[in-house]
Each structure stands twice: as structure tokens, then as C-alpha cells.
């Protein structure tokens, strides 16, 4: 019961964390934290601290008939129960330092090995086996030299505590041969009593030594459960805090904005960005890969905090809307989407909670969906694998337009959504995103000219900061970042050039 609440509590605190705090902590080893370091602190307080408890009450029960019947001889043999503490303290430390460390080798190995299974199409292609299951490998030799460290712990420390038990033995029987001898109080049978006693105790302990060995590794391992546990989010989306307007005009605002990664914080990503955007409004963000474009699409997301200046709604800064409501105005669709290993029904349903069969074929019809998904057999009800894996590249992205438009979102933001399709494929997915933006706050990160062209506004980035902003007409008077951008894409039609797009942006950094 206690396992299975520590369980819920871990992953639902895990779930409240902001963006940055998973930037600096890997799945894998929090998925492994889950599952393996639970188990641990399972057999911790499960069968073993019972066991525990029963050795170390024969233990005390022992010691107090001794008393009973003979304290003087009964303390004498206890007076060497400082070294024997002293030994079961030391031996309680370095176990759990060392299955701490153990603990944490297997959490990176479950990891690689995670992040390996679920890219196998990947490693097989580029025949990467070999290089991974040395990498796997590696974590669990570092796993193996904490064991073994371990296992030379308990050996040693086992050893010590029957060194000191027979120690104690040897002083009872001499003591109590003397007390025999020279004290008319004590009797043969007085000896023997407190000597088996102090025996039963003594052995009682010794037994208590393995439940202990699973007493620290699971001290180990709620060290860091609850360390986990105990952490509070800086952007926390089930917190109720914050303001709720309850009509959204769907004006956003940039004012001198200035960020960088948590996992990157000495690069200056965006160095005091400023932009505007009306209610109803297609803007276009475009320039060289790692310029900013996908970081702004985060920051209205309010994934991350910008360090200096404002990201606003309707002129209130987002900081002080309510996390979880802001991002339900807002529908994103990216490039890469991600579909949950469930029908098509339920991922699209997963962009609003209670909504109809009718509301989810509605989204499906906007996003030019609903007629591929009524060929399949089972239509709504269709598999669509693992990520996605039973769909193509366009129907993915369909489905994902779908899972945003479901909630009629104010704010559309389309981060390079077309770019991973090929032509047939990008026009019908254009198509439904002309649909989708209609009446709608959009904002587009994009390459292709296609999906460019068309926008209300485009601003372009270059190095963090914008530098020309305009329309497609008075921005090619320029020739600036986009008049670049369209020469290279004119030069192949309906493609984009990418590697010449990089070496034009790389040129220009060198000049």
C-alpha cells in the first residue's frame, strides 16, 4: 500500500515539473527511479523490515532475561555491544553509499537502454549495435564495481560482527566460571541461563544483518525517491494559482525578451527579442536553424520563464495567467508529432477532455482527416501503433492538426509543420492548415516558401534577435535573412535547400 502511494506521488510530482527541470533530467532514469528503485524500497519495508523487526526483538528479549538472571554477568558481555554497534553503523553507511551509487548505474543503463529500443530502426540502419551495447555496458560495469564493493562491505562487516559475538562469548564464559566461584548468587543454572539468553540475542542479530543489507540499499534508494518527490516545480500547470480571463482576444506581445536553456546557460539564445501580434494575425518566423524561431514557440507556451523582459496575453503577462488554462487557448502542431500507442479516436481527444464523437470527426473533417480514417476498417477506432508507427508522415500530422484544433484553440503555433512531408502530402496538410488559422492568433515557423509567403507579418531572426520584419513583398526590397531564404528555395522550386540555406547562414557568421 505505502509502495503504491509513493508510486502515484513520484510520477504525479514528476508530471508537475517544468520543461527546463526534464532538460536536465534523463526519462530513462527517471522511468527506471519508477520502476526498480521502488521495488527496492518494497522489499525495504515489505517481508524484510518483518524479518528485521523479529530478529532484533530476539535480540532485546535475549539481552533482558539476561538481566534478569544475572545482570552482572549479563553487562559484562554487553559491554562490548559499543564495538558491535559501532561495526553495524559503519556497515549501515557504506551499503547504503555504495547501493546508492549501484542504484544509480542501473537507472543510466535503463536508460541507454531505453532510448536504444525506441530508436531501433535508427541504430540498425546506421549499424550502431555494437557502439550501443558498449554503452550500455559501460553503466553497468560502474554498477558492477558498486556491487562488488557492496558485496566486500557486507562480507567484512559480517565478519567484524562475529568477531565481536565470539569475543563476548569468550569474556561470558570466563566471567561467569569466576562469578561461579566467588559469588554464592549465582549458580551453574543462573550462568547457563543468561549465557544462552545473551546466545539467542546475540545470534538474533546477527540474523538481522541481510534484512539489514536490504534496509540500506532501500535507504538508498528513498534518498533519492523522495528527494524527487520533495521538488517543487518554478512552472507548475496543475497549480489552480494564477488569473483566468474569461475572454481571450488573442494578442501577444514581446517585449526585450532574453533566454537561454537550462541545459545551456552559457549560450544566449535570444538576446532581447520585441514583437507584436494582432488578434487574427498569420506571422511568420524565419532564419537560420538556431536562431530562436522554435524557442519563442516554447516561451508562449510558457515551457520556460524568459530570464529579462515579458511574453504577454491581451496585455497580462503570462507569468500571471493560470499555466494549465493559458494552454488550453493555444494549439500546437509540430514537426515531429508525437501519437499516442492508441486508437485515433482517443489521440485526438487527448487535446480536450469530454468532448463527442461528432466534436472529435468535426476537428478531424478541418484537418482533411475524416476521409482517410473512414477507409480504414475500424475507422476512429484504428491502432495507430507505437509513435505512430501504423500511420504516414502526412496522415500523422493530420491527426495532430486534428488533436489541436479540438479544443478551438485562439492561438494556433505551427512549428515547421510541413517541412518533414513530401510534396503530395504538404499540400494536403497546407491545405488544412489554411483552414485552421482562419479566425485564429497563428504564429508559423517555417522554411518552405509556401507556407511563408502567405503570412500577415514575417520577422526575421538572425543570432537571437530580430532583424528585418515585414511583409513577403517589403521584406524582397530588402534582401535581408528571408531574401536569402527565398533565393535558395527559388533556385530548387518547391524545395528547400537546406545545406545551402547553412552555408549561406555559416558564411555569414564568418563575415
Known amino acids: 500500500r505505502q509502495c503504491h502511494k509513493i508510486r502515484i506521488k513520484f510520477f504525479s510530482n514528476v508530471m508537475r515539473q517544468e520543461i527546463g527541470w526534464f532538460d536536465t533530467h534523463d526519462s530513462g532514469e527517471l522511468s527506471t527511479r519508477l520502476s526498480d528503485d521502488i521495488n527496492k524500497i518494497h522489499l525495504g519495508i515489505g517481508d524484510k523490515m518483518g524479518t528485521f523487526i523479529q530478529w532484533m526483538s530476539g535480540f532485546f528479549a535475549g539481552f533482558a532475561i539476561g538481566f534478569a538472571y544475572g545482570w552482572k554477568l549479563t553487562l559484562v558481555i554487553l559491554a562490548i555491544s559499543p564495538v558491535l554497534a559501532g561495526v553495524a553503523v559503519l556497515m549501515s553507511k557504506l551499503m547504503s553509499m555504495t547501493s546508492s551509487k549501484e542504484l544509480s548505474a542501473y537507472a543510466k543503463a535503463g536508460s541507454v537502454a531505453e532510448e536504444v529500443l525506441g530508436a531501433i530502426r535508427t541504430v540498425a540502419a546506421f549499424g550502431g549495435q555494437t557502439k550501443e551495447c558498449n554503452r550500455y555496458n559501460g553503466h553497468l560495469d560502474e554498477a558492477k564495481k558498486s556491487g562488488i564493493k557492496k558485496g566486500i562491505t557486507v562480507g567484512w562487516s559480517t565478519g567484524l560482527v562475529f568477531l565481536v559475538v565470539f569475543c563476548a562469548y569468550g569474556l561470558g564464559f570466563w566471567y561467569g566460571a569466576k562469578l561461579i566461584r566467588e559469588d554464592d548468587d549465582y549458580r551453574v543454572s543462573n550462568v547457563l541461563i543468561v549465557f544462552f539468553s545473551v546466545l539467542i540475542g546475540a545470534f538474533s542479530l546477527g540474523h538481522a544483518a541481510p534484512s539489514m543489507q536490504s534496509l540500506a540499499t532501500a535507504?538508498?534508494?528513498?534518498?533519492?525517491?523522495?528527494?524527487?518527490?520533495?521538488?517543487?516545480?518554478?512552472?507548475?500547470?496543475?497549480?489552480?494559482?494564477?488569473?483566468?480571463?474569461?475572454?481571450?482576444?488573442?494578442?501577444?506581445?514581446?517585449?526585450?525578451?532574453?533566454?537561454?536553456?537550462?541545459?545551456?546557460?552559457?549560450?544566449?539564445?535570444?538576446?532581447?527579442?520585441?514583437?507584436?501580434?494582432?488578434?487574427?494575425?498569420?506571422?511568420?518566423?524565419?532564419?537560420?536553424?538556431?536562431?530562436?524561431?522554435?524557442?519563442?514557440?516554447?516561451?508562449?507556451?510558457?515551457?520556460?520563464?524568459?530570464?529579462?523582459?515579458?511574453?504577454?496575453?491581451?496585455?497580462?503577462?503570462?507569468?500571471?495567467?493560470?499555466?494549465?488554462?493559458?494552454?488550453?487557448?493555444?494549439?500546437?502542431?509540430?514537426?515531429?508529432?508525437?501519437?499516442?500507442?492508441?486508437?485515433?479516436?482517443?489521440?485526438?481527444?487527448?487535446?480536450?477532455?469530454?468532448?463527442?464523437?461528432?466534436?472529435?470527426?468535426?476537428?478531424?473533417?478541418?484537418?482533411?482527416?475524416?476521409?482517410?480514417?473512414?477507409?480504414?476498417?475500424?475507422?476512429?477506432?484504428?491502432?495507430?501503433?507505437?509513435?505512430?508507427?501504423?500511420?504516414?508522415?502526412?496522415?500523422?500530422?493530420?491527426?495532430?492538426?486534428?488533436?489541436?484544433?479540438?479544443?478551438?484553440?485562439?492561438?494556433?503555433?505551427?512549428?515547421?509543420?510541413?517541412?518533414?512531408?513530401?510534396?503530395?502530402?504538404?499540400?494536403?496538410?497546407?491545405?488544412?492548415?489554411?483552414?485552421?488559422?482562419?479566425?485564429?492568433?497563428?504564429?508559423?515557423?517555417?522554411?518552405?516558401?509556401?507556407?511563408?509567403?502567405?503570412?500577415?507579418?514575417?520577422?526575421?531572426?538572425?543570432?537571437?534577435?530580430?532583424?528585418?520584419?515585414?511583409?513577403?513583398?517589403?521584406?524582397?526590397?530588402?534582401?535581408?535573412?528571408?531574401?536569402?531564404?527565398?533565393?535558395?528555395?527559388?533556385?530548387?522550386?518547391?524545395?528547400?535547400?537546406?545545406?545551402?540555406?547553412?552555408?549561406?547562414?555559416?558564411?555569414?557568421?564568418?563575415?
Open 219 to 511: 535507504r538508498g534508494a528513498a534518498y533519492t525517491i523522495f528527494d524527487l518527490m520533495e521538488q517543487e516545480p518554478h512552472i507548475d500547470s496543475s497549480s489552480d494559482a494564477g488569473e483566468k480571463p474569461s475572454k481571450v482576444a488573442g494578442n501577444i506581445t514581446l517585449r526585450n525578451v532574453k533566454f537561454r536553456y537550462p541545459a545551456r546557460e552559457n549560450v544566449q539564445v535570444l538576446k532581447g527579442v520585441s514583437l507584436d501580434i494582432n488578434r487574427g494575425e498569420t506571422v511568420a518566423l524565419v532564419g537560420s536553424s538556431g536562431c530562436g524561431k522554435s524557442t519563442i514557440i516554447q516561451l508562449l507556451q510558457r515551457f520556460y520563464d524568459p530570464e529579462e523582459g515579458e511574453v504577454a496575453l491581451d496585455g497580462r503577462n503570462i507569468k500571471n495567467l493560470n499555466t494549465k488554462w493559458l494552454r488550453q487557448q493555444i494549439g500546437v502542431v509540430s514537426q515531429e508529432p508525437i501519437l499516442f500507442a492508441t486508437t485515433i479516436a482517443e489521440n485526438i481527444r487527448y487535446g480536450k477532455e469530454a468532448i463527442s464523437q461528432q466534436e472529435i470527426e468535426a476537428a478531424a473533417k478541418m484537418a482533411n482527416a475524416h476521409d482517410f480514417i473512414m477507409n480504414f476498417p475500424k475507422k476512429y477506432e484504428t491502432l495507430v501503433g507505437e509513435r505512430g508507427a501504423q500511420m504516414s508522415g502526412g496522415q500523422k500530422q493530420r491527426i495532430a492538426i486534428a488533436r489541436a484544433l479540438v479544443k478551438d484553440p485562439k492561438i494556433l503555433l505551427l512549428d515547421e509543420a510541413t517541412s518533414a512531408l513530401d510534396t503530395d502530402s504538404e499540400s494536403v496538410v497546407q491545405e488544412a492548415l489554411d483552414k485552421a488559422r482562419a479566425g485564429r492568433t497563428t504564429v508559423v515557423v517555417a522554411h518552405r516558401l509556401s507556407t511563408i509567403k502567405t503570412a500577415d507579418k514575417i520577422a526575421g531572426f538572425q543570432e537571437g534577435v530580430i532583424v528585418e520584419n515585414g511583409t513577403h513583398e517589403q521584406l524582397m526590397e530588402k534582401g535581408g535573412v528571408y531574401h536569402t531564404l527565398v533565393t535558395n528555395q527559388e533556385e530548387i522550386p518547391g524545395q528547400a535547400d537546406p545545406l545551402k540555406i547553412a552555408k549561406t547562414s555559416l558564411s555569414k557568421e564568418r563575415k
